[in-house]
């Protein structure tokens, strides 16, 4: 494999090249990532979420992969807001609806992450998104929203996603349908506090937070997994991306104060500005857990009256 720099090697995605960590987990096991070893990482608190999830091959726009890609160690922060549905549908492909919790009510979110043992090896991210109905319901049932609103299992659409590395960019974006571009991104999150700052085009900053972590409480491995369907568009069909979340310590403030989020210039700001945000309502930061992500799969999303 040939070194780019001191460090780095180049691997081949889908055609696309890109620079990995030369002896990290993707150079030396390409998705394929031997458990016990992860399970020697001080960092990681154990691996028997993931022997419960086998790895399959598939075919996927960036050749044959591996999946779930699987993230072993991160840290997550969300900020959930009341919106507007008017602003919030002009967001939104005419297939999707919002996500209502009163008439003419949506939710969004901001969203940052942390990921310090993967099969990619380590990157930063951040989001804004949109909750949405799920695919192929009529009307909405008290269970499915008060399921979304306990953040259990809560479907989305994704505005703007930029990671911190290539690898992170081109599966993201080439492979699942994101919208993803590599910008400076750092990502803080410990018991104490939440930070983040996301860079602009320019250097500048496009998005910030900074905010006390709720108090946080532990959970045994397993006992509480949320599932987060995602819809994307690739090549012109839609599909639903699933990442399955093991909590392992966690805390959740509602209607928090002093949430320092402060929008700047940039991609992720007009996104944000757009939704017309109207009250944060919710703040779920977890300091430890692990994720699986699957691939894409083919979902029949029918025309939005």
Known sequence: MPS??????????????????KGGLYDRYRMDTDLDEVARDPRVRGV??????????????IGPTLTPNFYYRISTARITMLARSRAIRRRLPGELAPLEVAPGLGLISVMFFRYDV???DFYTEAAV?????????????????????????????????????????????DGYGFPKWVTGLDVGIDADRTTA????????????????????????SGKRVSSLPSYTSINGAWHSTLSQTNVLSAGTAI???????????GRMSDDLRSLKPIKTVQLDVVTEGQLALHMPVPVSVPPRN
């Not at 696309?16 to 960590?21: D, E, I, Q, S």
């Not at 209607?255 to 989020?261: K, S, T």
């Open 197 to 220: 700052r996301v860079a602009n085009d320019a250097g500048g900053t496009d998005l910030s937070l900074s905010v006390a972590t709720p108090a946080q409480t532990a959970f045994p």
């Open 4 to 21: 780019t720099e001191q460090g780095a090697v180049e691997v081949d995605l889908g055609g696309r090249t890109v620079t990995v960590p």
């Open 129 to 173: 998104g949109v909750a949405v109905r799920p695919a192929r319901h009529g009307r909405l049932g008290f269970v499915d929203l008060v399921a979304a609103l306990k953040n259990e299992h809560l479907d989305s659409y994704v505005l703007s996603l930029p990671v911190s590395t290539d690898i992170a960019q081109v599966r993201g974006h």
């Open 48 to 61: 028997d979420f993931f022997r419960r999830l086998p790895k399959t091959r598939v075919d996927s726009p």
């Open 255 to 265: 209607f928090p104060r002093n949430v320092g989020l402060r929008a700047g210039e």
């Open 118 to 120: 993967c099969d990619i």
